[in-house]
């Protein structure tokens, strides 16, 4: 019996839940929980291509079976998928920065299109390593069929100063939302963040269920903090669900409306 159930089935249940063409946008630990997903559904008799539309790093033996650079066909990657169980793709590995560089989202909606896996967990964002990011015109890359797209928040954010060290693009998001740098954090200035930026619909498909996960919710401050965005957030009737929890403490609960 896995003794991680409790935590696991309803992660999986309020990601997945049968859907198999996933986005993740946002910071606050996307590539951890995509691999965390990665390693339930295997575990459970799935097959999975996890992969970029941006970077990534280079993933270690610990966050996929098996890594593939190029842009192989439908059947070599469900064969692949079929050899190993977690599969990430990648189109080229660019040494010098030390990260993947990422396939247009069209490959993967050809590769999920002809069922090569079960499911496709797809990073979609950048936030260089922050919590919270600011999105510019040219993010994110999410193809305009994703079954889901879902927006990753780092809770230590919430009531924190804002300086680049945990905002992605800080200054460019007190220039245009008219906070000052090194002001606290708002609450309501994240939920504003998420709904305004985060969803453009330019960007994400109106047909594209879109959840948001409040991460790295570790201690009861941090708690009351995710609650209360998670509330604000649910005001919005185009979030279909949201939240809380910590990836790496295995804690997790959806809040309903």
Same mark, same amino acid.
Do not use: C
């Given at each position: 019996?896995?003794?991680?159930?409790?935590? /696991?089935?309803?992660?999986?249940?309020?990601? =997945? @839940?049968?859907? #198999?063409?996933?986005?993740f =946008?946002? *910071?606050?630990?996307?590539?951890?929980?995509?691999?965390?997903l990665?390693?339930?559904?295997?575990?459970?008799?799935?097959?999975?291509?996890?992969?970029?539309?941006?970077?990534?790093?280079?993933?270690?033996?610990?966050e996929?079976?098996?890594l593939?650079? $190029?842009?192989? /066909?439908?059947?070599?990657?469900?064969?692949l998928?079929?050899?190993? *169980? =977690?599969?990430? !793709?990648?189109?080229k590995?660019?040494?010098?920065? #030390?990260?993947l560089? $990422?396939?247009?989202? /069209?490959?993967?909606? $050809?590769?999920?299109?002809?069922?090569?896996?079960?499911?496709?967990?797809?990073?979609?964002?950048?936030?260089? *390593?922050?919590?919270?990011?600011?999105?510019?015109?040219?993010?994110?890359?999410?193809?305009?069929?994703?079954?889901?797209?879902?927006?990753?928040? $780092?809770? /230590?954010?919430?009531?924190?100063? !804002?300086?680049?060290?945990?905002?992605?693009?800080?200054?460019?998001?007190?220039?245009?939302?008219?906070?000052?740098?090194?002001?606290? =954090?708002?609450?309501?200035?994240?939920?504003? !963040?998420?709904?305004?930026?985060?969803?453009?619909? @330019?960007?994400?498909?109106?047909?594209?269920?879109?959840?948001?996960?409040? @991460?790295?919710?570790?201690?009861?401050?941090?708690?009351?903090?995710?609650?209360?965005?998670?509330?604000?957030?649910l005001?919005?009737?185009?979030?279909?669900?949201? #939240?809380? #929890?910590?990836?790496?403490?295995?804690?997790?609960?959806?809040? !309903?409306?």
């Amino acid at each position: 019996m896995n003794d991680n159930a409790h935590f /696991e089935r309803p992660l999986s249940k309020f990601f =997945i @839940n049968g859907t #198999g063409f996933i986005f993740f =946008i946002g *910071g606050g630990g996307k590539t951890t929980l995509i691999y965390k997903l990665a390693d339930i559904l295997f575990r459970n008799g799935k097959k999975v291509v996890t992969g970029t539309t941006t970077h990534i790093l280079v993933p270690s033996s610990k966050e996929t079976q098996h890594l593939h650079i $190029g842009s192989p /066909e439908a059947s070599n990657v469900r064969a692949l998928a079929n050899k190993y *169980g =977690i599969v990430t !793709l990648a189109f080229k590995n660019d040494k010098q920065k #030390g990260k993947l560089v $990422g396939h247009a989202p /069209e490959y993967f909606r $050809g590769l999920w299109k002809q069922n090569s896996a079960d499911v496709f967990l797809v990073e979609a964002d950048g936030a260089a *390593g922050r919590p919270l990011k600011f999105h510019v015109d040219s993010d994110p890359v999410v193809d305009a069929e994703a079954e889901r797209v879902i927006a990753v928040v $780092g809770a /230590e954010v919430l009531g924190a100063p !804002l300086s680049e060290d945990i905002f992605h693009r800080s200054k460019l998001f007190a220039e245009t939302l008219w906070h000052q740098i090194n002001s606290r =954090i708002e609450i309501e200035h994240v939920a504003e !963040l998420i709904t305004e930026f985060y969803f453009k619909p @330019n960007k994400i498909s109106l047909k594209s269920e879109r959840i948001v996960f409040i @991460n790295k919710v570790s201690s009861d401050e941090r708690k009351d903090n995710a609650l209360k965005l998670a509330a604000l957030l649910l005001k919005h009737s185009e979030i279909s669900r949201v #939240g809380i #929890g910590d990836i790496h403490s295995e804690y997790f609960e959806e809040i !309903l409306r």
